[in-house]
């Protein structure tokens, strides 16, 4: 597997513990969501994405 592919899902693993680790939940009517600041640089430069969850706090 690349590497790239290998830091993309340690991004979201990273991302999902976290939300583990301060007692909440997924939101499963929401949407994850996952924006590429510079799509047009994607396949020959690096970029930054922003990854975000739908939360709901657990009772």
Known sequence: ???HCI?????WDALYS????????LDESGYCIEWIHNP?????????MTLAL??????
Do not use: I, R, S, W
């Not at 976290?18 to 939940?25: G, I, K, N, R, S």
């Not at 047009?40 to 930054?48: F, R």
């Not at 739908?54 to 009772?59: G, S």
């Open 1 to 3: 597997m690349e590497k």
């Open 7 to 11: 830091g993309y899902l340690a991004a």
């Open 18 to 25: 976290c939300l583990v680790t301060h007692d909440y939940e």
């Open 40 to 48: 047009d640089k994607l396949l020959v430069d690096l970029t930054e």
């Open 54 to 59: 739908p939360l709901a706090k657990m009772k």
